[in-house]
């Protein structure tokens, strides 16, 4: 089946520094990419949609300006925490979904899911 | 709002029944609805597909069924073993380019 791959998968942080979380398609072309954000025991809520060469749509509430996304290739999307504080410590998910696998109902693949953790 | 309920409560089973699993939503015409297994500190696994025609779906072990009208899945394990256990969740999509909503997830535990 298709993989996709998260870089890190743990990263720990001081407060006010940047994060960049890498999201790759090893073996399919992504069009769209997902950004979940998971808390403990919660569920998975999506932070942004990214489509390869455009902007993402971010959902409400979500900072644009502090969650940058970027799709520059459809197999890599990358979001970056700016300025993480400790409130930004979450379980961060990308999902991929495949370029035109099946009309409508195309799958999505999770990575394996970034710990992140800011002192 | 779009509401997604799963049982927060863990299920815990003996080995060899069959565990089922319960996913209603509300506000809610979902074109399919997919389940996923997670497992602590992993994204999640697909594990089945079940559009908004169909009433049932088998793989393997795994049974889901759909009732549009009900707004309900349910999510069947039959022949439950320890490496079943795990966080199920239920998640819906439509036939836009929109990402799944998720449930919270229901958490099974297989006794052996």
């Given at each position: ?75 890599l999307s990358t979001l970056t925490v700016t300025s993480a504080h400790p409130e930004d410590s979450s379980f961060y998910i990308c999902s991929a979904r495949a370029r035109g696998a ?13 710990r992140l953790t800011v002192l | 709002s779009q509401k997604i309920e799963q049982n927060s409560e863990a299920l815990n089973i003996q ?98």
């Open positions: 089946g298709a993989v996709v791959s998260q870089h890190p998968s743990r990263v720990i942080c001081k407060s006010g520094t940047s994060v960049k979380i890498e999201c790759r398609s090893l073996d399919f072309q992504a069009t769209t990419m997902f950004w979940y954000r998971q808390f403990p025991k919660q569920s998975l809520m999506l932070m942004a949609t990214s489509n390869e060469g455009s902007k993402a749509t971010y959902e409400q509430g979500v900072e644009k300006d502090k969650f940058l996304i970027n799709h520059a290739s459809l197999t099946g009309g409508s109902y195309n799958e999505q693949f999770f990575g394996p899911g970034t | 080995e060899g029944k069959t565990a089922t699993l319960t996913c209603n939503y509300t506000n809610y015409s979902p074109a399919y609805l997919q389940w996923y297994r997670q497992d602590p500190g992993r994204g999640p696994v697909f594990l089945l597909l079940i559009r908004e025609n169909e009433k049932e779906k088998r793989k393997e072990r795994l049974k889901v069924t759909f009732d549009t009208t009900l707004k309900q899945s349910l999510f069947h394990i039959t022949a439950s073993q320890p490496a079943d256990s795990a966080t199920y969740l239920c998640a819906l999509g439509d036939t836009g380019r929109r990402a799944l909503t998720f449930g919270s997830g229901t958490r099974l535990q297989v006794q052996p």
